[in-house]
């Protein structure tokens, strides 16, 4: 592997100015890819130089890294990410691409493929596919949660570091690696009056006003109609239930298969190996 510096990167989108970074060349093949919640685009400075045959491009969602936050009458669900990423592609130019996330962002990906099939050319989900179900009959109650916690977090202020050090300690006593810590940490600070303190939106601690029915992530699953990589850790969050297995059989063209490490594997010594496996996803059809 050849190592490859980013390069910055900027977007306005629907009066958001977003963020991201970008390795290779842009007559490349694209490839996107889509952070986890609490993360951003630097979660893939690891991953992304594996991948010498594509124009890789990873955004910072909203609320995050070096991203606008969004208005305070605004949310965060998760499909709300989609209009900022479409206009992204759009300024970039691009008809279809290949689609990654993680974590979040791997969940994200899913409504995008689902919603666009013929835009995605290839799939890879990093430790997460789909929501959890909320049953209909539980849906004033999910709403409840969410109006009851979003007027304490339009203005809650974030936790302030003496220096950079201090919140990358943190970051590596929720399972990340020292140097994984680092490149998220750095990213994601911002300079305040007494040190350092994060970017992100604390409206992401939230609970959602609305969450998807079983049946939904059932139509959601079905509409992934192209060759899709689903990567578990094996001491990540996400357990390989009977239940889920279930759930998957709606996306039979979806392979799901185990990744040593935890759920950041991406960013782990595994990632030479995560690498090999999704180049393989990539370079199948040209086999």
């Known amino acids: 592997m050849t190592k490859r510096e980013p390069s910055e990167l900027s977007w306005q989108v629907n009066g958001l100015t977003l963020g991201g970074l970008s390795w290779g060349d842009p007559e490349l093949p694209p490839l996107l890819m889509l952070h986890g919640w609490l993360d951003n685009a630097a979660s893939f400075s690891l991953l992304a130089p594996f991948f010498p045959d594509h124009y890789v491009v990873a955004i910072d969602l909203t609320g995050h890294g ?43 990906a899913s409504l995008l493929a689902s919603s666009f099939p013929e835009k995605i050319k290839h799939l890879v989900l990093l430790d997460a596919i789909i929501p959890q179900a909320v049953a209909e009959e539980e849906f ?46 750095e990213r994601g600070l911002t300079s305040c009056d007494e040190g350092l303190t994060w970017t992100t939106d604390r409206r992401l601690y ?37 239940e889920l297995e279930s759930t998957l059989k709606s996306a039979p063209q979806l392979q799901v298969e185990f990744v040593a490490g935890g759920h950041h594997f991406h960013m782990e010594n595994s990632v030479a190996s995560v690498a090999d496996r999704i180049q393989n996803l990539l370079q199948g059809d040209k086999a």
């Open 140 to 185: 004033p109650a999910q709403l409840r949660k969410y109006l009851e916690q979003k007027p304490s977090l339009v203005n809650a202020k974030n936790r302030i570091f003496a220096d950079l050090g201090d919140a990358v300690v943190l970051r590596e006593k929720n399972g990340l690696s020292g140097t994984a810590a680092k490149l998220i940490v």
């Open 206 to 242: 939230g609970a959602s006003a609305v969450k998807l029915t079983q049946g939904q992530i059932q139509a959601v699953l079905q509409n992934l109609a192209m060759p899709a990589l689903l990567l578990l850790a094996e001491g990540g969050r996400m357990a390989l239930t009977v």
């Open 66 to 108: 070096k991203s606008d936050r969004r208005s305070a009458d605004a949310n965060y669900q998760i499909w709300e990410d989609l209009p900022e990423i479409m206009g992204v592609v759009e300024h970039l130019g691009w008809t279809d691409f290949d689609l990654l996330g993680h974590s979040r962002g791997a969940i994200i």
